[in-house]
C-alpha cells in the first residue's frame, strides 16, 4: 500500500504529526515512528509477544489462552492454547495468558515460557514449541497471588540466563512491602523457577514495592525497565535496580529525598496506564491503555526523561510494545478487553517503524 493511502487510512502519521507540542522539531535521537503495516487483524487481546529466530512472533491472546504465530510480513495461526488459563474479563478482571519469552538458548531446546492466571493462583509455565505446535506444560512457577486486578504478567530473560517477571500486588498493597511475597515485585529465578545465587533477600525477590507492573524488558546495555500503573496519582516508568524499593503503597511517582526509588518518567494516571515497554534507538517506548497512544522516554544524555506522545487517539486503547529484531516496534491494541468499543477489525498488531 502506497504511503498516501495508508496517510488516508490513518495509518501513518502526517510529518506535521511528528512534531510534539510547541512546533519544536525533534533531534535526530527522537526520530518519529510511523504504522509501515497492520500484520494482523481480528485477535482476542493480544498481550505477550516473544520473537522466533525468524522475525515470526508469538503472541498471547489474554481471554482465549491461545498462543498464535504471527508472521513478520503479516498474517496468523495458532499454534497450540494453553490449558488452564482462567480469564475473569467478564467481570472487568486482568487475569488470563500473559507475558511469553523464549528461553536463551531456544534455538537448541525450543522452551516457550508463558504467564498465566489459573483457578488458584498466578504462575509461570514452560512449553516446548517443536514442529510448529506447542506441547505440553511444565511448571516453573506456581503461588503467585491473583486477583481480579493487579496480576502483573511480564516475562523477560536478563543477563545470566535468569528469568525475570513482575508480578501485581493482587489488590493488597501490603504484600508489595513483604520481601517474602511474591505479590507486588519484580522477581529472578532461574530457567526452572529456582532461587539463584546473588539474589538480593536469599529468595525470589529481586525489587520490591511494585503496585502493578504489567510488563518488563532490557535494553541493549543491560538495564531492565518496567512500567507500572498507578492508583489516583502517578504512573511509572522504572529502571529496576537489585533489591530497591519502589515506595508502593506509601508512595506514588517521585518521593525526591524520600528513600524510596524514583521513576524515571511519571504521569497522570488519566493520561496513561502504561502496560507494554520496549526499548529501542536510546528510548523506552510504552503502550498507554488510558492515554490511547504511545509514549517515548529518553533514556539517557541531557534530554533524559523526556516524554513524546504518538498516535494519540488513532487506534484506541494500545496495549504492548515491543522490539524487533529488524529494528521495528510490534504494538498492539487493546479494544476487546471489556473497556472500550472494539472498532470492525480490532484487535490489530501493527508494525511501527521509527525514522
Known sequence: MQRRSLLKAGLVLPAAAALPAGGALLSPAEAAPRVSKVLARNIDVPWGIAFLPSGDALVSERDTGRILRVRKRGGYRSVGRVRGVV???????????LGLALHPNFRRNRWVYAFMTSRTDN?????????????????????????LHHNGGGLAFGPGGHLFIST?????GAAAQDRG??????????PRGRVPAGNPFGN?????????????????????????????????LNHI????????????????????????????????????VAVARGRAWLGALQGECVYSVVLSGRRKGRKRRYFAGRFGRIRSVAAAPDGSLWV???NRDGRATPGRTDDRIFRVRID
Open 332 to 334: 498492539t491494541t487493546s
Open 241 to 276: 535496580v537489585k533489591g530497591r524499593n519502589y515506595g508502593w503503597p506509601h508512595v506514588e511517582g517521585k518521593d525526591g529525598r524520600g528513600g524510596f526509588r524514583d521513576p524515571l518518567a511519571q504521569w497522570d494516571t488519566d493520561d496513561c496506564s502504561p502496560s507494554g
Open 123 to 147: 504462575r509461570v509455565v514452560r512449553m516446548r514449541f517443536r514442529r510448529g505446535r506447542l506441547g505440553k506444560k511444565q511448571v516453573v512457577l506456581k503461588g503467585i497471588p491473583k486477583a
Open 87 to 97: 480469564s475473569n474479563a467478564s467481570a472487568g478482571g486482568e487475569g488470563g495468558l
Open 168 to 172: 501485581g500486588d493482587a489488590e493488597n
Open 181 to 190: 511475597s511474591l505479590a507486588g515485585k519484580v522477581l529472578r529465578v532461574t
Open 204 to 236: 525470589r525477590t529481586w525489587s520490591y514495592g511494585h503496585r502493578n507492573p504489567e510488563q518488563i524488558t532490557f535494553g541493549p546495555d543491560g538495564r531492565l525497565w518496567a512500567s507500572e500503573f498507578g492508583e489516583k496519582s502517578k504512573d511509572e
